[in-house]
């Protein structure tokens, strides 16, 4: 069986001997000074893996980028990727940690955005953010 444990929008995040590494997690609204432009920001999440067989198992992971409250829905990205667990034969549970670098996803404009999480095609979660003009940013004037 696997679970989604946690999944946070943050500046940053490593794995290193097993261990997830966070750098400014929580991310909520990201200013920028003009659109298009792109996300800047890294997906770390956690899974918990329990009755691993002894041949292991493969499970599929998929993050999708969504732009919220328009007709249709604006998919800005689709990453993921296959976790394979192995029991390591010392115990029945295994955290499994994951960085998903999404600092090259786009974003086109202002607006509410989700990034959906799937877990073997079954949706298990979503990190809700904003993306806004900063205050002090030079207004660019457009003429139609």
Known sequence: MIE??????????????GLLHI?????AVVWR????????ATVAASLEVSEIPE???????????????????QRIFEAGLEVTV??????DH????LVLNL??????SEGRYEIRAFLDGEAVSAIH???????????????A
């Open 55 to 73: 041949e292991g198992e493969t499970h599929t992971f998929r993050l999708v980028g969504v732009r919220v409250g328009e007709e249709p829905e």
């Open 33 to 40: 000074t003009s659109f298009p432009d792109a996300l800047l």
């Open 103 to 108: 600092s090259n996803a786009g974003i086109a």
């Open 4 to 17: 989604l444990k946690s999944l946070v929008l943050c500046d940053a995040a490593t794995i290193r001997d």
């Open 23 to 27: 750098l400014g997690a929580g991310i």
């Open 94 to 97: 295994q955290s499994v940690p």
């Open 86 to 91: 192995t029991s390591d034969g010392t115990s």
């Open 129 to 143: 953010f904003s993306a806004k003009i900063a205050p002090d940013a030079p207004q660019v004037q457009q003429f």
